[in-house]
C-alpha cells in the first residue's frame, strides 16, 4: 500500500514556472515506477511524464516534452514535476500515480497504476 499527496500547485502566469511534488509513504518507494497525470474540466485524465523504478528513464507526453522535467529522490521518498514555460492550456487537476516497476500495460495508461494522490490545482492565466 502506498499514500501519496502530491503539492505545489497554484495560479501562475503563462510563461511561469511551478515544481509538483508528490510525496509517497507506507512502503517501499524506490519498488515502484511513479507518474504524473492531469485533468483539466470535462476531459478525460491524460498522461504527462512517466519515471521509472530506479529513475533511470523518463518518459513525456509531446504536449509538455521539453518544457517539463520528472525527477524523483529516493531519500525523501519524494517525486517531482518541474513546469517551465506554463500555458493556458496546462491548466488542470494533476494527479501522481504509483505502480510496479515493471507492468505490460503501457506507461501512459491509466491502468498502469495502483495508486494515486488526491491532485493539485495548477491554473496558468494568459
Known amino acids: 500500500q502506498v499514500h501519496l499527496v502530491e503539492s505545489g500547485g497554484g495560479l501562475v502566469q503563462a510563461g511561469g514556472s511551478l515544481r509538483l511534488s508528490c510525496a509517497a509513504s507506507?512502503?517501499?518507494?524506490?519498488?515502484?515506477?511513479m507518474g504524473w497525470f492531469r485533468q483539466a474540466p470535462g476531459k478525460e485524465r491524460e498522461f504527462v511524464a512517466f519515471i521509472s523504478a530506479n529513475g533511470g528513464r523518463t518518459l513525456y507526453a509531446d504536449a509538455v516534452k521539453g518544457r517539463f522535467t520528472i525527477s524523483r529522490d529516493s531519500a525523501k521518498n519524494t517525486v517531482y514535476l518541474q513546469m517551465n514555460s506554463l500555458k493556458p492550456e496546462d491548466t488542470a487537476v494533476y494527479y501522481c500515480a504509483a505502480g510496479p516497476s515493471y507492468s505490460r500495460t503501457y506507461y501512459y495508461t491509466p491502468q498502469r497504476y495502483d495508486y494515486w494522490g488526491q491532485g493539485t490545482q495548477v491554473t496558468v492565466s494568459s
Open positions: 507506507g512502503s517501499t518507494f524506490s519498488s515502484y515506477a
